[in-house]
């Protein structure tokens, strides 16, 4: 009857959350894709969708897992294609990721840390703003804390399950069971020396000691933590069959492996991903004051979380800094959302077993996060970290429509996402394709370039990097290094990009520092060209 009734009221915990989170994204439901949805994932899920093939037709193969395409596909099955559906379906992943932050804070501490921390992460930018995108960290996250929390209650072969469907979401959820392997395992090695692990309690000086058997059954426990890896590594032996890539293309591997495996590089990338981890998007906040928390006595008989579980958070939240900084090109936020809710949940505990008024100093967090929605931070950042992602795609959805209106037989030189944006309809910008001449990005080499070729009638210019207006500080070695190592390049102007190219700005439009613009080519353009259909 317990178990009954725990899932029961976790059901009733779900369904609310999920109409609380649907509330709150409402206004996004209907923007067209943005960034790698539109350039990968989407066109990855609709070809499957319409053809039952794991190998893309209309976009490189990266080689990730397929499970997302799964779960899509599955919702465009039974309630028709639609950009709503895809980010209902969304919101569905980010609600069962919350309800997990909320039963594995229960688990670890107790009911008011597990409400605080739960609410604290569902507004975290980086999470509210992914929680509707089609990205595959999101579902990845999910089932991870999934795992986490079996593991943490010692259900090994549900937590093996979760783990498993969490690396077929995306390849690097295999860090976590992976992590939790080598924990378990260094109680193996001092099982086998026949070694004692003592545990001091900071609060009341009392030892605790166990002696660790040498019939001990963690080596069973760690050895299934591997088994998540068997389906993985068969989809990967599935897709080398099918393209010859074990890892996605070349290029996709030259970019997000090859190219990063350098000493200067992972330390760089190590720094950014301490920052995602600590402090990005106002996150400084709660650590700071956990951090002044710490210096308070605790508050009566309030217990803290377990020291071996605070072991655990570490030893997850170090893994995935080390390996998310030794791979990816892209240093994204999203790669870490995993282990956030960990860093909260210590968070949450220390402010609740420390500070009187806790409630007053979690609403202010709270608020700040919310705050962080909207306000874009003084230094360079992703606009998918925050709803800076939704100014970006309003103002290209504005730009493909003025295009359309006012020139729709042009052909027009512009840079990916914007290419797939005007080419395929189904994304949610255009209504019928349009031409397009490919650039790779606006800095001033490629616009130079550019010029170059008369191919195209009119220049579709955006920024494809988002720029302060006031930078939090200035180092000419970080300027150099994110331009050797993490592809960053500063985008001209459109003024000084229709000086270039010799056309006349028609169209702009500025949003929270995202911009756009249209620039005609007049002495290009053939106007009875316009007048003619589109060549096939």
């Given at each position: 009857m317990a178990e009954r009734f725990d899932l029961r009221r976790s059901a009733l915990i779900f369904a609310?959350?999920?109409?609380?989170?649907?509330?709150?994204?409402?206004?996004?439901?209907?923007?067209?894709?943005?960034?790698?949805?539109?350039?990968?994932?989407?066109?990855?899920?609709?070809?499957?969708?319409?053809?039952?093939?794991?190998?893309?037709?209309?976009?490189?193969?990266?080689?990730?897992?397929?499970?997302?395409?799964?779960?899509?596909?599955?919702?465009?099955?039974l309630l028709g294609y639609s950009i709503v559906v895809t980010r209902a379906a969304m919101l569905l992943v980010a609600s069962f990721a919350l309800l997990q932050v909320y039963l594995l804070a229960k688990r670890v501490a107790n009911k008011q840390v597990a409400f605080a921390a739960t609410l604290c992460f569902a507004v975290y930018p980086v999470f509210f703003a992914q929680s509707s995108l089609a990205h595959a960290d999101l579902p990845a996250t999910a089932l991870t804390l999934w795992g986490l929390r079996?593991?943490?209650?010692?259900?090994?072969?549900?937590?093996?399950?979760?783990?498993?469907?969490?690396?077929?979401?995306?390849?690097?959820?295999?860090?976590?069971?992976?992590?939790?392997?080598?924990?378990?395992?260094?109680?193996?090695?001092?099982?086998?020396?026949?070694?004692?692990?003592?545990?001091?309690?900071?609060?009341?000086?009392?030892?605790?000691?166990?002696?660790?058997?040498?019939?001990?059954?963690?080596?069973?426990?760690?050895?299934?933590?591997?088994?998540?890896?068997?389906?993985?590594?068969?989809?990967?032996?599935?897709?080398?069959?099918?393209?010859?890539?074990?890892?996605?293309?070349?290029?996709?591997?030259?970019?997000?492996?090859?190219?990063?495996?350098?000493?200067?590089?992972?330390?760089?990338?190590?720094?950014?991903?301490?920052?995602?981890?600590?402090?990005?998007?106002?996150?400084?906040?709660?650590?700071?004051?956990?951090?002044?928390?710490?210096?308070?006595?605790?508050?009566?008989?309030?217990?803290?979380?377990?020291?071996?579980?605070?072991?655990?958070?570490?030893?997850?939240?170090?893994?995935?800094?080390?390996?998310?900084?030794?791979?990816?090109?892209?240093?994204?936020?999203?790669?870490?959302?995993?282990?956030?809710?960990?860093?909260?949940?210590?968070?949450?505990?220390?402010?609740?077993?420390?500070v009187q008024e806790w409630k007053w100093v979690i609403a202010f967090v709270c608020a700040a996060f919310v705050v962080g929605w909207f306000i874009n931070p003084p230094y360079r950042f992703s606009p998918e970290d925050n709803l800076n992602y939704a100014d970006f795609v309003q103002a290209h959805q504005h730009a493909a429509d003025y295009i359309q209106k006012r020139f729709p037989h042009a052909r027009v030189l512009t840079a990916w996402p914007a290419t797939d944006e005007l080419t395929k309809p189904y994304l949610g910008y255009v209504t019928s394709p349009v031409r397009v001449v490919k650039i790779e990005n606006f800095s001033f080499d490629q616009v130079i370039l550019a010029k170059q070729n008369t191919d195209y009638d009119i220049v579709l210019l955006f920024s494809t990097k988002y720029e302060p207006p006031r930078r939090l500080f200035y180092w000419d070695f970080w300027e150099r290094a994110n331009q050797r190592f993490f592809d960053y390049h500063s985008?001209?102007?459109?003024?000084?990009?229709?000086?270039?190219?010799?056309?006349?700005?028609?169209?702009?439009?500025?949003?929270?520092?995202?911009?756009?613009?249209?620039?005609?080519?007049?002495?290009?353009?053939?106007?009875?060209?316009?007048?003619?259909?589109?060549?096939?």
């Open positions: 609310g959350v999920y109409a609380g989170v649907l509330a709150a994204h409402a206004t996004l439901l209907r923007l067209p894709y943005f960034w790698d949805e539109a350039g990968y994932y989407i066109p990855l899920a609709r070809d499957f969708f319409l053809s039952g093939d794991l190998i893309p037709t209309t976009t490189l193969s990266n080689a990730h897992p397929p499970l997302p395409v799964f779960y899509l596909a599955l919702w465009w099955k079996l593991y943490f209650e010692d259900r090994r072969w549900s937590c093996v399950v979760a783990f498993a469907l969490a690396a077929l979401a995306k390849e690097t959820a295999i860090v976590t069971p992976l992590a939790l392997f080598a924990w378990e395992m260094i109680f193996v090695l001092l099982s086998r020396m026949s070694w004692d692990v003592s545990f001091r309690s900071l609060e009341d000086g009392v030892m605790i000691s166990r002696s660790i058997g040498r019939d001990n059954p963690r080596l069973s426990k760690a050895a299934s933590l591997l088994i998540p890896a068997v389906p993985l590594a068969l989809w990967f032996a599935y897709h080398y069959y099918r393209t010859g890539y074990v890892f996605g293309n070349p290029e996709f591997f030259r970019y997000n492996v090859a190219a990063t495996l350098s000493p200067l590089r992972f330390v760089l990338a190590a720094v950014q991903r301490i920052w995602q981890a600590f402090g990005h998007m106002n996150l400084w906040m709660l650590t700071l004051a956990m951090l002044a928390a710490m210096l308070l006595p605790a508050i009566g008989e309030r217990r803290r979380i377990a020291i071996s579980t605070q072991f655990v958070f570490a030893v997850l939240i170090l893994a995935h800094i080390i390996i998310h900084s030794l791979i990816g090109g892209a240093v994204l936020a999203r790669y870490m959302m995993p282990v956030i809710p960990l860093v909260i949940i210590v968070a949450m505990s220390t402010l609740w077993r420390r985008d001209v102007s459109p003024e000084v990009a229709a000086e270039m190219l010799g056309g006349r700005m028609v169209m702009k439009e500025i949003r929270n520092g995202q911009w756009v613009a249209v620039v005609e080519i007049p002495t290009i353009r053939n106007a009875k060209l316009l007048q003619q259909p589109p060549r096939p």
